[in-house]
């Protein structure tokens, strides 16, 4: 037992040990959530610029108004390529074609 407490490799090992759960400790508390964030605002602006691409196609076909109309036809166009829930396409189709 006291061959324990004074032999310095076993204190290396034990401060080895306390660094890599801290370490681990801060990674997750602190990385993986950054990391998480990062990921969805890519989604985000592919979304937007999935619904971006759609509203200009649908101003070119219709100049006038009338693209308004068409606009639920833009909705279910996102969510099937994005594979998103309606009401994320619905606010990213709003969002566009308020920007236009």
Known sequence: MENFLFDIGSWFGLIGTASLALVTYLTKTYLAPYLRTGNRLLYAKYIAAIADELTDDLIARYPDNEWLEHLDDVVDKVIEI???????ARRAT???AARK
Request: some cysteine; proline content about 10%; glycine content about 10%.
């Open 94 to 96: 709003r969002a566009a």
């Open 82 to 88: 994005c594979g998103i829930s309606p009401e994320v």
